[in-house]
């Protein structure tokens, strides 16, 4: 009995020990704290990386001063000479004799040409105006490649661009249409040829050849520089009385002004000038017309071109395969000029062939310096 109460006793001991450990939990917090957690982890922050030092560059702008000239080189019976070499060559800048770096093949160098034709009542009465039309639109087609753009400018009032630059077939196609003037025009002629060659250089790609063709007598009566002094000429003509000396001394003037800003400006451009009068041998019997011509003659001498005097319609088609054919044959001098000539300046050039004393060259007589980048 005594055993038996021992044994349920125990089991009441045990069973009170549990339900003292369910019912009321030690609170070991309160008898023990807890260390405290550490500091919330804080990523050790990223150095700035000091910007790389930046490298100081020495920008080297390659500037060109390789100078292309155009040489026409021809025999005493005025045919190409061909076959020279750069040993037959020699160049002068101002004076100093220059090494030339090389002879370029004019079937690689394109050409850009402006067709300048004259509308104006000097030339348009003429018999043969459409004939001018169409020997000019069989130069185009003659002379030019694919790769050239030829552009077509109307002399008149005022400079007027009838064609930008475009193939042979759409200028030929273009020159052809060009009405003739149907009342009394003046002529512009200075004005035409200044604006043709600042479009060139304005839109011509500077290693492309530039050539300028003029249709005309060069009779200038309207360009702004010399028109109130014309106005009052031919209005003394018109009324039979003389010109006055002081007014006609001024008028020469300023068309000799006007004939070096032109010169200047075809320069500028590196344009070689040609020129075609229609009034063929007649120009020596009149005092203006001798001046309009010797006027193109001194800027087609200054850039390598020629000013051409045909003798009618058989003389016309000649002298436009002529110049075809010297354009085609040209000798494409290249030199490099002093890389320290002020941009603008003016260098005078000579290009002579001592290997042929008699023969006779054509070249630029100099040209403008500049940068190219």
Known sequence: MKTQSLTKLLWLAFALGLLAIFVCPVN???????????????????????????????????????????????????????????????LEEEGKQQEIAEIGDPEQVPLDIAILFDVSSSVS??????????????????VMKPVDKAAIYTIAAEPILVQPLASAETAAAKMVSIPAATSSVPTAFYDTVIAASKYLTENSASRHRRVIVVISDGDDNFSESIRSLSVAEARANLKGEPTAASS????????????????????????????????????????????A?????TVADASGG????????????????????????????????????????????????????????????????????
Do not use: C
Request: charged letters at 20%.
């Open 28 to 90: 070991i917090s309160a008898q023990q704290p807890l260390p405290a957690p550490p500091p919330p982890w804080k990523a050790k922050p990223t150095p700035t990386p000091k910007p790389p030092e930046q490298e100081v560059l020495d920008v080297v702008r390659v500037t060109s001063n390789l100078v292309m000239v155009p040489v026409s080189v021809t025999d005493t019976q005025g045919q190409p000479i061909q076959g020279l070499q750069i040993p037959d060559f020699h």
């Open 125 to 142: 009465q003429k018999g043969f105006f459409a004939f001018q039309q169409n020997a000019a639109a069989s130069f185009l087609r003659l």
């Open 248 to 291: 006609l001394m001024a008028l020469q003037e300023k068309h000799r002004r006007a004939v070096a800003a032109v010169q200047q400006a075809v320069l500028k451009a590196d344009a070689t000038f040609y020129s075609v009068n229609p009034g063929g041998l007649s120009v020596k019997l009149n005092q203006i017309a001798m001046r």
């Open 293 to 297: 011509q010797a006027g193109m003659t």
């Open 306 to 373: 020629t000013a051409f005097l045909p003798d009618g319609e058989r003389d016309l088609e000649a002298v436009f395969r002529q110049v075809a054919a010297e354009l085609r044959g040209q000798y494409l001098i290249q030199y490099y000029a002093n890389a320290d000539v002020p941009t603008g300046q003016f260098r005078r050039i000579q290009v002579t062939v001592p290997t042929r004393p008699q023969s006779r060259v054509r070249a630029r007589q100099g040209f403008y310096a500049k940068k190219e980048k």
